[in-house]
């Protein structure tokens, strides 16, 4: 079975510091992994994916995220946050192993919130 | 833009009555995929359709159905509605029929449903 949990609920940040979103994954197997925004009123876009390879990622808008096998985690991060970054965010999962659903699991999103 | 595109964006019905939802994926994309989002249960897969066939199944409901049409627009049938059905019903494409896991989703900007 594969599993994502996104422990916080809300990130608040000041712009133009660091930001992190948490994400922690459960699979039997090797994980792909998925990071999504969702803007007020808007549909899910996608910004970055591990699949295999390098575990650092990077994607849309200067997001990056890591994918760490032994901590379970691949947390999205951002060197300096902007404004417009508020949003809900969505980490996705989806086990490899064979039998398991390559339908991905989406986290219940975390709010982040920059402040000016 | 994601180039999904999903009618209406907003439809307010009474309970017990029956409405359809409509979408068009991305030029040349094969699949399309239809999530339930609410409050208290987050991002729900309903059911994944691949070139007209269905192809996965998650959480829908034997009340809900979808197809998908030969010019690969598709369809959610929400019948004998209930208040919990009120809820965001997102359409994802995807170029193929992602049996890997590792194709990336493109959602369109939902349609919001209100059941009264």
């Known amino acids: 079975a594969q599993s994502v949990a996104q422990p916080e609920d809300q990130v608040n940040v000041a712009e133009g510091n660091p930001l992190t979103v948490k994400c922690t994954y459960s699979v039997s197997g090797n994980p792909y992994l998925f990071w999504y925004v969702q803007y007020p009123n808007r549909g899910l876009q996608f910004l970055l994916k591990y699949i295999t390879g390098d575990n650092l990622v990077k994607g849309s808008y200067g997001f990056e995220a890591e994918f760490n096998k032994s901590q379970t985690s691949f947390h999205l991060k951002k060197p300096s946050a902007l404004v417009s970054d508020s949003a809900l965010y969505f980490c996705a999962v989806r086990d490899v192993s064979s039998g398991g659903s390559y339908i991905p699991t989406f986290g219940r999103g975390t709010s982040l919130i920059v402040h000016p | 833009d994601s180039g999904v595109t999903q009618t209406p964006k907003h439809l307010i019905t009474a309970t017990g009555q029956r409405v359809t939802l409509r979408c068009s994926p991305r030029?040349?994309?094969?699949?399309v995929y239809w999530y339930q989002q609410s409050l208290d249960q987050g991002l729900q897969f309903l059911i994944q359709?691949?070139?007209?066939?269905?192809?996965a199944k998650g959480n829908i409901l034997e009340r809900f159905s979808a197809q998908q049409f030969p010019d690969l627009h598709s369809e959610l049938n929400l019948s004998s509605l209930e208040l919990g059905d009120s809820a965001l019903y997102f359409c994802?494409?995807?170029?193929?029929?992602?049996?890997?896991?590792?194709?990336?989703?493109?959602f369109g900007p939902g349609t919001r449903l209100l059941v009264l």
């Open positions: 359709y691949y070139n007209g066939e269905e192809r």
């Open positions: 030029s040349g994309d094969l699949s």
């Open positions: 994802a494409s995807s170029v193929g029929g992602n049996s890997g896991g590792e194709e990336t989703q493109y």
